[in-house]
């Protein structure tokens, strides 16, 4: 970030002093700094009500819920991890489901430590551990709050119209992105048992 | 659509209700934990925005969506979007930035605005998560996940493409 950050600042004053919009651009400077307070207030609101009403949901236990239904799915995808990395897996992307960030990244460490101590091959990262990687990289969210909440700070009738796109668009990725760590854990398989 | 988020609010409420959960001071501790995220959300904002509209006002912006158009027109992508897809995989704050820019610039309901928000919201900070989840690990190439967690990246976006664009959803 830090030289993407400082490219755009870099290349906007060069690009200002070519286009000779100096002015317009120290201007914009000014206005992106009140742009970012009043999104952040108009977003703060709607922001806290879905985190509040994602720790109702958290505390109900449906967490519980989730990661018992989706243990089954887990077993699949995972076929060779251990009882405990399991465990985590489903703990994890239930957190992933319900956008609990916070509860999410830990319980993903968790268990990519456990798949870490169960790797045979240990400096080369095992089919389950590129399998986490990717389910969590292509990350199903159920409900995308921040967003939803900052497209009502942007202004519109229907902010949450977005949530069945972003179900579609996220289930293909999942799917895709399983399928591709099937597929290359299937060649650098069979490369493994007909090579060397 | 319009009763999708009241639903997902009722049955969580309801199933709390249910299992004789304190609902209330539940939603309030929840909604404090908000005001600690927006915090935490706040300086990385300043930082995009400011640095997004400068880009746009000096012109920048424009030639790069101009410089992009022509690759970007051939999948139907439109290049307005292309500054959302390539800090999406690096930074969440960032692209939570990119995306009220765009959000503020183009409309929320707008195609762009739309599709902006399809593609944050089925996407993921890629090589940050990647780099985070074998960090901890004694794995010494993440070679074999990678190109892995971009062909999905490269599908979802594909699919918020066809979502927004073709299925109308």
């Not at chain 1, 519109?156 to 119209?161: C, E, K, M, N, V």
């Not at chain 2, 992508?77 to 979007?81: A, C, G, I």
């Not at chain 2, 960090?135 to 993440?142: D, L, N």
């Given at each position: 970030m830090t030289y993407i950050w400082s490219a755009m600042i870099i290349i906007s004053f060069i690009s200002a002093g070519i286009t000779g919009r100096m002015d317009e651009t120290v201007n914009a400077m000014i206005g992106g700094t009140q742009t970012a307070v009043s999104t952040l207030i108009s977003f703060a609101g709607a922001m806290c009500f879905w985190t509040g009403i994602m720790k109702i949901a958290e505390n109900s236990g449906i967490a519980d819920l989730l990661c018992r239904l989706i243990s089954p799915v887990v077993k699949r995808l995972f076929p060779s991890a251990g009882e405990k990395a399991r465990y985590y897996i489903s703990m994890n992307l239930t957190a992933d489901l319900l956008g609990m960030g916070n509860a999410s990244t830990p319980m993903g460490m968790l268990a990519s430590e456990e798949l870490d101590r169960e790797n045979?091959?240990?400096s080369r990262p095992s089919d389950d551990m590129c399998m986490l990687v990717v389910l969590n990289t292509t990350c199903f969210q159920l409900i995308p709050s921040t967003i939803i909440a900052l497209r009502g700070a942007a202004g519109?009738?229907?902010?949450?119209?977005i949530i069945l796109p972003i179900w579609f668009a996220s289930a293909v990725s999942v799917v895709v992105g399983v399928a591709a760590v099937k597929v290359m854990c299937f060649l650098s398989g069979r490369r493994a048992r007909g090579g060397v | 659509m319009i009763y999708i988020t009241p639903s997902i609010i009722m049955l969580i409420i309801i199933f709390a209700l249910s299992r004789k959960k304190a609902v209330y001071s539940d939603f309030i501790d929840g909604a404090g934990s908000g005001l600690t995220l927006i915090k935490d959300i706040f300086p990385p904002l300043v930082a995009v925005l400011t640095a997004a509209s400068m880009l746009r006002a000096s012109g920048a912006m424009d030639a790069f969506i101009s410089f992009l158009s022509p690759v970007t027109e051939k999948i139907g992508?439109?290049?307005?979007?292309m500054p959302l897809v390539m800090i999406r995989p690096i930074s969440g704050s960032g692209a939570i930035g990119v995306l009220s820019e765009i959000l503020n610039d183009y409309?929320?309901?707008?195609m762009i605005g739309r599709l902006a928000s399809v593609i944050c919201g089925s996407t993921e900070t890629t090589f940050y998560c990647i780099a985070v989840y074998f960090?901890?690990?004694?794995?010494?190439?993440?070679k074999r996940a990678v190109p892995c967690a971009i062909i999905g990246d490269i599908a979802g976006i594909g699919a918020a493409l066809a979502a927004v664009r073709l299925l109308g959803l």
């Open positions: 045979k091959t240990p519109t009738s229907d902010p949450a119209s | 992508l439109p290049p307005e979007v409309g929320a309901d707008s960090a901890r690990t004694r794995a010494r190439s993440v």
